[in-house]
C-alpha cells in the first residue's frame, strides 16, 4: 500500500461544475495534509491546507479531513479552465519533515 | 517575492558523466529537501537538510547519488557516473526557519535532467 494515494485520472469536468479530488493516507500519526497545484512544466504550488477534522474553505476552493478514515479531499466550485491541472495530495510524515507526494490526479476543465 | 533558486533549468549530458544541479534555498529558509519527479514515481524525496546537517537521505541512490549543503545559501546534488534511467526533473524546496514540521513547502522552478 503506498503511503498517499491519489486516483491518477484524468478527471474531466465541464467548465462551472464541482471538481472533488481524493487522497487517502496510511500515517495515522499525520498532522497536517496539502494540497498542491502543478501546472504542466511548472513547479508544484501551495493552494491549500487543513490540519484539523472537518471542512476549509479558501474562495473556491475547500478542504476535507476526516482522520478517522485517514480521508482528505479537495473541491473546486465552479471550475475554470485554468483550473486544469495536476493536483498533488502532500502529508509529512508522523512528527517529521518528511513529506510524502501522492501520485497526483490530473483536472482537465472544458469549457 | 522570494523563491528558491534552481540551476541549471535543463541538462543534457552522456551516460557516465558526472552532473551538478544546485539550489540556492530562501534567505531565511534553514530546511531544504530533493525530490525527484517521474511520470511513473511522481514526486519522491531523495534527502533533506536542516541547518546544513543531512536529516534524511534515505531516498537517495548512495552508490551514485550525493547531497550537500556547503552553506546556508547553497544546496547540492550530485549524480556520478549518471545513467539514463536518471532522467527526470529535480526540485529543491525549503521551508522557514522556525517552521514545525506540518509547513507548506516552497518549491524552486526545477532542473530537467535528461541522460542519453
Known amino acids: 500500500q503506498k503511503e498517499v494515494e491519489q486516483n491518477s485520472g484524468p478527471l474531466s469536468v465541464p467548465e462551472g461544475a464541482i471538481a472533488s479530488l481524493n487522497c487517502t493516507y496510511s500515517d495515522r500519526g499525520s498532522q497536517s495534509f496539502f494540497w498542491y497545484r502543478q501546472y504542466s512544466g511548472k513547479s508544484p504550488e501551495l493552494i491549500m491546507f487543513?490540519?484539523?477534522?472537518g471542512d476549509k474553505e479558501d474562495g473556491r476552493f475547500t478542504a476535507q479531513l476526516n482522520k478517522a478514515s485517514q480521508y482528505v479531499s479537495l473541491l473546486i466550485r465552479d471550475s475554470q479552465p485554468s483550473d486544469s491541472a495536476t493536483y498533488l495530495c502532500a502529508v509529512p510524515n508522523t512528527g517529521g519533515f518528511k513529506t510524502i507526494f501522492g501520485a497526483g490526479t490530473r483536472l482537465f476543465v472544458k469549457a | 517575492d522570494a523563491r528558491v533558486t534552481q540551476t541549471p533549468r535543463h541538462k543534457v549530458t552522456e551516460m557516465g558523466q558526472e552532473v551538478t544541479m544546485r539550489c540556492q534555498p530562501i534567505l531565511g529558509h534553514n530546511t531544504v529537501f530533493w525530490y525527484r519527479q517521474t511520470m511513473m514515481q511522481g514526486l519522491e524525496l531523495l534527502a533533506y537538510f536542516r541547518n546544513r546537517a543531512p536529516l534524511d537521505d534515505s531516498g537517495m541512490p548512495k552508490d551514485r547519488f550525493s547531497a550537500e549543503m556547503p552553506d546556508a545559501t547553497l544546496a547540492t546534488l550530485k549524480i556520478q557516473p549518471s545513467e539514463p534511467r536518471d532522467s527526470a526533473v529535480y526540485f529543491c524546496a525549503s521551508v522557514p526557519k522556525g517552521s514545525g514540521p506540518n509547513s507548506p513547502l516552497h518549491f524552486g522552478n526545477g532542473t530537467r535532467l535528461t541522460v542519453t
Open positions: 487543513i490540519y484539523s477534522n
